[in-house]
């Protein structure tokens, strides 16, 4: 698993934004935190799901719905405030890479 370029820039970007979460108010650790967090493990599941099916574009399209749900929610939580812009900005290109990678995952999927 660990030699799929996706799932190893999934799993980087998940070690930052556990570490970007660390800062958010005890009031939002529940609440906003716990949903970002949701969506980010349910991606990572569902880049597994989609390496080990037989029928690949099903769990790739919910891998992209997903996705961009955890993009969203992580643009709110710097809206918010509750993230630096920074660490925003470091997200933002970690997700904007898999979701290329993605893509492109989807393409060849599509062609088979």
């Known amino acids: ?3 799929l370029k996706i799932y190893q820039k999934y799993y ?3 070690q930052y934004l556990y570490i970007a979460l660390r ?3 005890k009031s939002e650790k529940f ?3 716990a949903q970002i967090k949701n969506a980010a493990i349910k991606g990572f599941r569902l880049i ?4 080990k099916s037989k029928n ?3 769990k790739l399209f919910e891998l992209d719905i997903e996705l961009e749900i955890l993009k969203n929610l992580i ?3 710097k809206d918010l405030g509750f993230m630096p812009c920074k660490k925003y900005e470091i997200l ?4 904007v890479e898999i979701g290329k990678m993605l893509g492109g995952w989807i393409k060849k999927e599509g062609q088979r």
């Open 48 to 51: 597994i799901h989609a390496n």
């Open 75 to 77: 643009r709110l939580s």
């Open 23 to 25: 800062q958010f108010p």
């Open 12 to 14: 980087d970007m998940l």
């Open 56 to 58: 690949k574009l099903t």
């Open 31 to 33: 609440t906003l935190a």
């Open 1 to 3: 698993m660990q030699d």
């Open 92 to 95: 933002s290109a970690k997700l």
